[in-house]
DNA sequence: CGTCCACCGGAAAGACAGGCGG
DNA sequence: CCGCCTGTCTTTCCGGTGGACG
């Protein structure tokens, strides 16, 4: 056992790999080039210039879906304006929060303790007032003469949690020395909607829409990575257009472009193969399709995931199903494995949901005489659902 | 036309968990 | 540490309804 073991891993690594860096394909890794993204830099390069003037620069709000450059663009930007200041001597700094990052900013005093940590002051994790924070946080801005530069990564998901106080107070903040001024990255175009309209007034004197990439634009991007992850040869054109082509058909994310190159890597590494095939890309589509569906229903809370497995089950007999049909089977489930049933009034709901996330399809018909009910039918198909059922079992010990 | 099926879907109150502030 | 608040899920109540049937 051991040492077919150790045999196994002594071909692992004798085996010549494919990848020279996989780490190119990952979200970790920053490109030495940003392609197609020329506009947008120069324009946020514009917008941040004067503050190499020590002036003020405009506030931005910078909108995209994800995985269309917003967060690599401006770090880029903001460090080549630090270089810039640095060399001039003017006292620049910029600070990079994801708003996102649960324990760290996603409270008003987690976010100004954060923001006084990246500036060298300690504040204890709890137990000061959050005014207490907060002035705190004004003092070492305003220690000094000084040109801040403050980026919120994923500033709808502050929004959404603490609503535009949070940010009312940060751009509001009266300073005597220094200088302060906000870049807004949101993944959420209707963000402005939910916003304050003061802070909306404030936060966007600027803004910038990254739209999604097109094919030809990710097959460039995916090329430049491909020369860096791959040894030579080991991908073709054919391969990262076809891979552009999808990601472009599916949302224009180049962070799942990237993946998706990467895992039909492995694919094609694991088989051996000294380059990477249409098959492997092929497979890694549909691992990837998979994978997110079951992100999706992993998710899902438990007694949603009863509905949809009744929903399955009880596609196998019928195409065609009903509230009613889905509903009464989903009890005698509920009966087996001794868990209270929901009302039918929320099944309902939750059908609609399943319907939304894009699982099953739950239309409203009428069928006349004989009432007014969902049309239920999956919107998925194949080994996929196997592969629910298994998780459905598993969670519910059947 | 009216009936009546088999639900739909709005409103509001209740249950419960987790987190915040003191 | 504890009580309170907030947000999420769920129940309860109940009026509403498109259209096949008679
Ligand atoms: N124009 C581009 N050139 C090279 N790589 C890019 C480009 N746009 C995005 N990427 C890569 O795609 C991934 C996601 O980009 P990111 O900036 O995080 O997207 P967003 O912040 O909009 O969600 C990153 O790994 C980044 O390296």
């Avoid at 472009?257 to 694991?270: F, M, N, P, S, V």
Wanted: hydrophobic fraction near 40%; proline fraction near 4%; charge should be positive.
């Amino acid at each position: 056992m051991q040492t077919s073991l150790h045999n196994l891993f002594e071909e692992f690594l004798k085996k010549p790999s494919i990848f020279i860096n996989k780490e190119a394909l990952t979200p970790k890794y920053n490109p030495r080039q940003i392609l197609h993204r020329e506009d947008q830099i120069k324009l946020l390069a514009q917008i941040l210039a004067p503050s190499l003037k020590f002036e003020k620069p405009s506030n931005v709000l910078i909108y995209g879906k994800p995985g269309t450059g917003k967060t690599v663009v401006t770090k880029y930007v903001c460090a080549q304006l630090e270089l810039s200041a640095k060399s001039k001597g003017i006292p620049l700094d910029t600070l990079y929060l994801n708003c996102k990052m649960k324990k760290v900013a996603d409270t008003e005093y987690r976010l100004f303790a954060y923001l006084c940590s990246l500036l060298g002051e300690q504040v204890p994790p709890t137990g000061l007032p959050t005014n207490e924070v907060y002035n705190r946080f004004v003092k070492v801005v305003d220690s000094k003469p000084r040109m801040l530069i403050i980026v919120l990564d994923e500033i709808d998901a502050l929004v959404r949690k603490q609503g535009s106080d949070v940010l009312y107070n940060l751009t509001r903040m009266e300073l005597e020395n220094a200088k302060m001024s906000f870049i807004g990255i949101s993944n959420d175009a209707t963000l402005k909607d939910s916003l304050d309209p003061r802070v909306r007034s404030s936060l966007s004197q600027e803004e910038i829409v990254f739209p999604p990439y097109d094919a030809l634009q990710l097959r460039d991007i995916l090329w430049k990575r491909a020369e860096i992850a791959f040894t030579k040869g080991a991908v073709d054109e054919v391969i990262i257009s076809k891979c552009a082509a999808y990601s472009a058909s599916v949302d224009g994310d180049a962070r799942k472009a990237l993946d998706l190159l990467r895992i039909a890597g492995e694919l094609a590494e694991r088989e051996n193969a000294n380059s990477i095939r249409e098959e492997h890309l092929n497979e890694a589509i549909k691992k990837m399709e998979t994978d997110s569906v079951l992100e999706i229903v992993r998710k899902l809370t438990k007694h949603s995931l009863l509905v949809l497995y009744s929903t399955i089950l009880l596609s196998k007999l019928r195409d065609v199903l009903t509230t009613g049909n889905v509903y009464s089977f989903y009890c005698k489930l509920c009966e087996s494995i001794g868990l209270n049933p929901l009302t039918q009034r929320r099944v309902s709901d939750l059908l609609d949901e399943l319907d939304v996330l894009g699982l099953i399809k739950a239309e409203v018909i009428s069928k006349g005489r004989y009432g007014r009910t969902r049309e239920i039918s999956l919107s998925i198909k194949g080994e996929i659902l196997d592969k629910i059922c298994e998780l459905t079992k598993e969670v519910f010990g059947i």
